[in-house]
């Protein structure tokens, strides 16, 4: 006799189901987002018929995630709608949270194909809290208080590499309660920071849409065109009388001047011109900034404040380009400092970084004849203060570019390689020193330097790289 084939269990896929009700003027524009383990159609009835309400099946769906057997509850979609800033009807009885949206139908569907596939995870333990340091909180109040106090100004944060820009300035958007955010940057690369931060520490949850067309960040979770922003925000004005979204808009230099809406040819971009910022970050601000054409595409752009990013805003500092107080300085000694300040201490932050040695050389005796005679200004002797601009200055000569105080340059780089502890002195230093970047402020000086150290009796052995910017390298392989 063959044994009976009796099963206890059955896995059991609940269907998602959205109607609408024509007839019920309060619901114009809702959509209902339940759930059940039945036929969609039996359980809307239960829903509507004791009402006598005359309703709409719009659309029903497994509610399985793509490609697995893992299911989700209705609850779990509304969560995402939530986050995204769709608005949730309460009970006009009880005041309590109903399963009603205040969303086209069609939209609700794409969003939900959208979570189904895994495009749209908001769940809000995915953000990551956050402690500023205490620098990293100075520099943000600093940067709200000045723009309290000065409409349409302009701030500097020289801040040494790893400060932790992207996450203070996203803090200092919302400090500021910014709505529309405009960053540009001269290195498209860095886009995948400011991505991640936003990710981590944002999420579309805070309301903020992420637009960009950067390459790098095609495909990426979240990441959203202009035109489907506005699209969203115009059916949101139509329908709902309020606002637009809030936008942060990442943009590459590049692309900014060659728009033809700011001193370019192509006939894009046009957005950036309409829309009055509230914010314009420039980061990486030291680089590519202080030209015609982009200063023209700077002007075209309309804004409320402006905050610059960099590690190295040595021309913008030299021309006096911010006021002392639109400025927050954090350089490598004071880190070095704080981290000695707080050591031993469990929760100190810097306990993670790396000793960094800085050495400094007297160059009095190079300059000697200089400090002697002084300088004169407006007529007077003054005190001579050592310039590295202006030692390294160069004159054409003979159509190659050579140093204007050449017997000092190499005076220079005689003691760096001579005198008792410089850094190039001995061979057991000269191991420590496998690769030195050297950073100019013209590219003129780089070659001219590249022509003595290649004919110098110590640097003649390192591999000499002369970049095609104000930088030089010197490596032994």
Known sequence: MSKPNVKTSKLVIPIIYAYTTPEIKRHDGCTKIGDTERDAEARIGEQTNTSDVEYHLEWTENAVFSGTIEIFRDHDFHKVLEAYGI????????????????????????????????????????????????????????????WKNNPKGEFLWNAKPRFGKTLCVYDTIKKMDAKKILIVTNRPAIANSWYEDYMKFLGRQSGYFFVSSTDSLKGKRNIVSYEEYKNDCDARINRDHIDPMKLIYFLSLQDLKGSSFFGGELPKLREISVINWDLLVIDEAHEGVDTYKTDTAFNHIKREFTLHLSGTPFKALANAKFRKEAIFNWTYVQEQEKKQAL???????????????????????????????????????????????????????AGSASFVYNEQVDMFLDALTRKEKYPFSSEELREELNHTLWLFDRVDSVYALEKKLKNHPVFKDYHIIALNSPVITLDIF
């Open 343 to 397: 050591m031993g201490r469990p929760d100190n932050p810097y306990a993670v970084l790396p000793k960094l040695n800085m050495y400094t050389y007297q160059m009095s005796e190079i300059v000697a004849d200089k400090l002697k005679q002084g300088v004169e200004i407006l007529g007077e002797t003054e005190e001579y203060a050592f310039d590295l601009a202006e030692f390294f200055r160069t004159k054409d000569l």
């Open 87 to 146: 608005e949730r009807l309460r009970s006009v009885n009880t005041g309590e949270l109903t399963e009603w949206f205040r969303i086209d139908p069609k939209k609700a569907e794409d969003m939900l194909q959208d979570f189904r596939h895994r495009r749209l995870t908001v769940d809000p333990d995915d953000i990551s809290p956050y402690t500023l340091r205490d620098e990293q909180r100075e520099a943000v109040e600093m940067t709200v208080d000045y």
